[in-house]
């Protein structure tokens, strides 16, 4: 089993998905970028990956939180009414 | 609701949606209705996020009232240097924690595998098990609803520091300044919570929704 040398050998898929995140938050360096996007340029499976961590944010954004229930309304109304009493 | 709101003065035109800024002007002033309306608009996410860090549902809803009831005590002391969500998140988190730690559910620290299982890779690092398509069966193959159900479930499956990470980050939009300062970690330790949860996430759906039999 082959060593991955430390420096400068072009980036396998294994450390690609694992610099998915740095890359999306404009975390790496420019040549750590150049090097991810020259693997992506030439690596479907890792673009595939790529696109499915972005799916993946695309579809928690698109979560709706519960609607507020009646019993909550009139606790948070009586929270309200607590406050405006402590004056 | 239907009711109708207060006139409002010469000059303005009647807003779609108030700002929050707007609502806490008038709930300064004394304004009920101005809170219920701010209430509506952030309790869902608070109570989301009360969640992914107090085991019962019960605990989560007191958690919310506190942080409510806490909000309009510092009212007075909130500048509008973050937007209110962000501010009311913040509070909110150091309730929960504290009521995390009451319900005695301990916070792991991230695990530190990798975000894709080592056995998909060769021994040079290259996929031998690549990513299956699911991308486009996620929206035609199953309804909104159990793709809903099946996002809230891996959520909920995540450690307790990833899902609180992801939550902010991916469901409720925050930036990634304002999750470091609502949950006061470091942007380094912000990064590596959101990579393994996200990594999770994508491998339910992979798991779920992939043509494969793994």
Redesign the interface.
């Known amino acids: 089993?082959?060593v991955?040398a430390v420096v400068r050998r072009d980036l396998?898929?294994?450390?690609v998905?694992?610099l998915?995140?740095?890359y999306l938050?404009g975390?790496l360096s420019r040549s750590g970028r150049r090097r991810l996007e020259k693997h992506l340029g030439g690596c479907p499976?890792?673009t595939?990956?790529l696109?499915?961590?972005r799916?993946?944010?695309r579809?928690?954004?698109?979560?709706?939180?519960?609607?507020?229930t009646p019993q909550?309304?009139s606790?948070?109304?009586e929270?309200?009414?607590?406050?405006?009493a402590?004056g | 609701m239907v009711a109708l709101r207060p006139a409002v003065a010469a000059g303005d035109t009647l807003p779609a949606m108030e700002s929050d800024a707007e609502l806490l002007r008038r709930l300064r002033a004394?304004d009920?209705q101005a809170?219920?309306t701010l209430?509506?608009r952030h309790?869902?996410?608070m109570?989301?996020l009360a969640a992914s860090f107090v085991p019962s549902r019960a605990v989560a809803?007191e958690v919310?009232?506190e942080t409510?009831?806490a909000a309009?005590?510092g009212l007075a002391g909130f500048e509008g240097r973050s937007s209110l969500k962000t501010w009311l998140f913040s509070i909110l988190v150091n309730r929960a924690r504290s009521a995390g730690v009451r319900e005695s559910r301990t916070i792991p620290v991230a695990d530190a595998g990798?975000?894709?299982d080592?056995s998909r890779?060769g021994?040079?690092?290259?996929?031998l098990s690549?990513?299956e398509?699911?991308?486009e069966e996620?929206e035609s193959r199953i309804d909104a609803v159990k793709?809903?159900e099946l996002?809230?479930s891996a959520?909920d499956g995540l450690p307790a520091r990833q899902r609180e990470v992801?939550v902010l980050r991916?469901?409720e939009?925050l930036t990634?300044a304002e999750v470091c300062g609502v949950l006061a970690i470091s942007?380094g330790n912000q990064?590596v919570l959101?990579?393994r949860g996200?990594?999770k996430?994508?491998q339910v759906?992979?798991t779920e929704l992939g043509g494969g039999s793994r």
């Open positions: 089993m082959r991955p396998v898929c294994q450390q998905v694992e998915v995140t740095a938050e975390a499976h890792c595939e990956y696109a499915q961590i799916e993946t944010i579809l928690a954004g698109r979560l709706t939180p519960e609607d507020l909550m309304r606790d948070l109304t929270v309200y009414r607590r406050w405006r402590e | 004394g009920e809170f219920v209430v509506e309790n869902g996410s109570l989301r809803e919310v009232q409510w009831l309009l005590r990798p975000v894709v080592a890779f021994p040079d690092g290259a996929w690549p990513p398509h699911w991308i996620a793709l809903a996002l809230r959520l992801v991916d469901v939009g990634s942007e990064r959101l990579h996200r990594g996430l994508r759906l992979e």
